[in-house]
């Protein structure tokens, strides 16, 4: 437990320190000049998209869920999946959304089986719908921006993170070859009543899996309707900043980029990361530095902060719990 939270600290004191970084790389007060005179109306209609992304998210959990627990409870699963969305944004490369089956169970009797399933399907339809629009838009970008070797790999290195747990996501949802692995450490004696847990509970996702796949399409439609909602509040950021040279579509490629950059596990949920994937992008298409760092920090400020919606439901769950 201890070296937990010493990697947790080291994670978080990193993600500082890449801030302080880009806040050497402008001028400082400019910067906080920037955020206070940001217009309130862009602020607002901001948070209101970040909100509306972060409730679309939800939606996709309600659907993944909702063909093997008929009686789950919309507005209960949103609520849990706001909570998670809230953990995930203290947690590094966002792992903290995995704690959402626990909190439906406590919130809604959901099982811990069904709400894995639901969280293992909309992570796969995410990361593998992003990663996608990350590649399109690394493909757009470089064909006019004059891109440096070590941002285009770091980038790279950001999708192929996010791939990758797409992949480890989908094995476990569809891949009967897990299950016959589980079935071994059933025969050491040391851990055989672990495995047998494990191997039914196994089952039981890869059971609830196989039905949702029909309804990959209705959660491919929510989770891009959750990004094209995000790029809007970094759009109305970057209005209220009085910067309007990018369309929505390069703000959705922005976003798929940047989000990548999110699940590379070196900070709290890409703390420092993706403010310098945005400072190196905006700037590229033409921001000045401390709009860049400006707007970076803003979008991190509402993102975290809408989720907060979640809070209540997260404490009320803690208190359920104990």
């Known amino acids: ?161 996010f791939l990758g747990g797409g992949i480890l996501l989908l094995i476990v949802l569809m891949e009967n070859r897990v299950l016959k692995f589980a079935t071994f450490l059933e025969r050491m004696p040391v851990i055989k009543d672990v495995a047998i847990k494990l191997i039914e509970m196994l089952s039981k996702i890869q059971e609830g899996g196989m039905s949702i796949k029909k309804h990959f399409p209705k959660i491919s439609v929510l989770v891009l309707l959750s990004l094209v909602s995000n790029a809007t509040a970094l759009q109305f950021i970057s209005e209220g900043l009085d910067f309007r040279s990018l369309t929505l579509l390069e703000f959705i490629f922005v976003a798929a980029l940047v989000t990548s950059l999110m699940y590379i596990p070196a900070t709290i949920a890409g703390l420092g990361v993706q403010e310098t994937g945005y400072f190196l992008l905006l700037t590229l298409l033409g921001m000045p530095p401390e709009g860049a760092v400006s707007f970076a920090l803003i979008a991190r400020i509402l993102f975290t902060g809408t989720d907060i919606i979640g809070l209540p439901t997260l404490i009320k769950v803690s208190f359920k719990a104990r």
């Open 1 to 161: 437990m201890g070296f937990k939270w010493l990697r947790v600290l080291i994670q978080l004191f990193v993600g500082i320190a890449i801030i302080l970084w880009l806040l050497q790389l402008s001028d400082i007060r400019k910067v906080l000049s920037l955020i206070l005179m940001i217009n309130p109306l862009s602020v607002i209609l901001a948070s209101a998209f970040f909100i509306i992304a972060s409730t679309f998210t939800a939606l996709a959990l309600y659907v993944s869920i909702k063909p093997i627990e008929d009686s789950a409870p919309m507005g209960k699963i949103i609520l849990g999946s706001f909570a998670g969305q809230l953990l995930s944004d203290v947690t590094p490369a966002r792992s903290g959304y995995f704690a959402t089956p626990l909190i439906l169970k406590e919130l809604c009797s959901v099982s811990i089986e069904k709400g894995v399933i639901g969280v293992l399907t909309t992570g796969i339809i995410n990361s593998f719908t992003k990663v996608i629009l990350s590649v399109i838009a690394l493909i757009y970008f470089i064909r006019f921006l004059p891109l440096d070797l070590m941002i285009i790999n770091s980038l790279v290195i950001g999708i192929l993170f």
